[in-house]
């Protein structure tokens, strides 16, 4: 089955496949805004830093309650009221007018991406009740291909408005993108079987945790995946924007031309290489990976070349994330996806936020291209604890 047999079978597939286009894009539109917004109060990189985790923290402090709530209501009307909080916070992202403010844009980011976070697990755990095998991993890799593109195309075009027309209209572009979202989803219908459940939110969160305990090879599968949280950049791609790129190119174009190459790379790479990889070809894919972030490091103080470079940073990345995502999918029980889905989101944003904190700390301690350097090499440990794995799966 390849994608477009997908999307031509599956009317509800097709469908999902075109809210995400529309809701990711908007998730990704107002991220240039933000940091360039950040630039203009001349925050530190450690603030930088900060409001980058905030777009992560909130999976990691509400996964146990997100996944028991995903397993207990009916998903359409969750899906509907969390794009709407979405919305409502983005509009108060207009609120934000100095320095003194970046609390407060902290505090909508957390609320935004909460509800974004949940929203991404309830759609992630309907996929495997509406299809199943080969389909349930071309519909991973479409929905991973939708992301990439959406986040080059966001951050590309978001650079763009910001650098013409400012942050404020941006934001407001952003608000009526989510309102096309809320719309799309309310033409939907999902034909899934209802599961009604008595268990109150604790016990279903006590039975998800239990279901981890028993299930070691899911915990690994969790682990395995959120290694692609080593590949979040957003503080590393800002700060060589702000000291390094201001010199060749405005702050803003050189933060989305850089995120839309390696989203350009994420959404071209499954393409390329989707049918060649398979159980043991994924090592390979772990190493190139390393390898790629290690060849960005030497070259990240030039702007141009460094495009190049991020290009080869974002190609194996998304066949990582579709790949263990699937693989995690297919082994957890249909009663469990909605708990453990939110828990995986929930270990690969402990991923992120580290990555990000460290990267903050660090870059006030030794050079970026060191950094970026560490975070390659941790590939080839992810790498060694795959193959480790492996024979397990």
């Known amino acids: 089955m390849n994608y477009r047999e997908l999307l031509t079978n599956y009317t509800v597939i097709r469908q999902l496949s075109l809210l995400q286009l529309v809701a990711y894009f908007a998730a990704w539109f107002s991220n240039v805004a933000i940091y360039t917004m950040l630039v203009q109060f001349n925050s530190s990189a450690f603030a930088i830093s900060v409001v980058t985790a905030m777009h992560f923290l909130p999976a990691i402090i509400i996964a146990p309650l997100s996944g028991a709530i995903i397993d207990k209501f009916k998903v359409k009307p969750l899906m509907i009221s969390l794009l709407s909080m979405e919305l409502l916070m983005t509009l108060l992202f207009l609120t934000i007018d100095s320095k003194e403010e970046v609390w407060l844009l902290m505090i909508f980011i957390f609320i935004r991406m909460a509800s974004a976070s949940m929203f991404f697990s309830t759609e992630m755990s309907l996929l495997p009740k509406l299809i199943s095998g080969v389909a349930l991993q071309k519909a991973n890799e479409i929905h991973s291909i939708i992301w990439s593109f959406t986040f080059a195309a966001g951050m590309a075009l978001s650079g763009i408005v910001v650098n013409l027309v400012g942050v404020k209209w941006a934001i407001i572009i952003d608000t009526f993108i989510l309102l096309a979202a809320i719309i799309l989803l309310l033409n939907i219908n999902f034909k899934i079987e209802v599961i009604h459940t008595k268990e109150k939110i604790l016990s279903l969160m006590k039975d998800g945790f239990l279901y981890l305990k028993r299930n070691k090879l899911v915990v ?52 390329i290489i989707s049918n060649w990889v398979n159980k043991d070809r994924l090592l390979y894919i772990f190493i190139f990976q390393g390898s790629a972030i290690i060849f960005w490091a030497l070259v990240q103080s030039n702007f141009y070349i460094s495009l190049i470079a991020i290009f080869f940073v974002g190609f194996t990345t998304t066949t990582i994330w579709s790949y263990t995502y699937a693989l995690l999918q297919e082994k957890t029980d249909n009663k469990y996806l909605g708990r453990v889905i939110s828990y995986n989101d929930m270990i690969f944003m402990v991923t992120t936020v580290v990555t990000t904190l460290f990267i903050g700390i660090m870059a006030e301690l030794v050079s970026l291209k060191i950094i970026t350097i560490i975070l390659g090499s941790a590939f080839f440990l992810v790498a060694i604890y795959y193959k480790w794995l492996k024979s397990r799966i």
């Open 220 to 271: 690994h599968l969790i682990i395995l995946h959120s290694s692609v949280g080593l590949t979040i950049f957003d503080t590393i791609v800002t700060l060589l924007a702000k000291n390094e790129y201001k010199y060749v190119i405005s702050v803003p174009l050189a933060i989305g031309l850089t995120n839309a190459l390696r989203a350009t790379a994420l959404m071209i790479g499954p393409f």
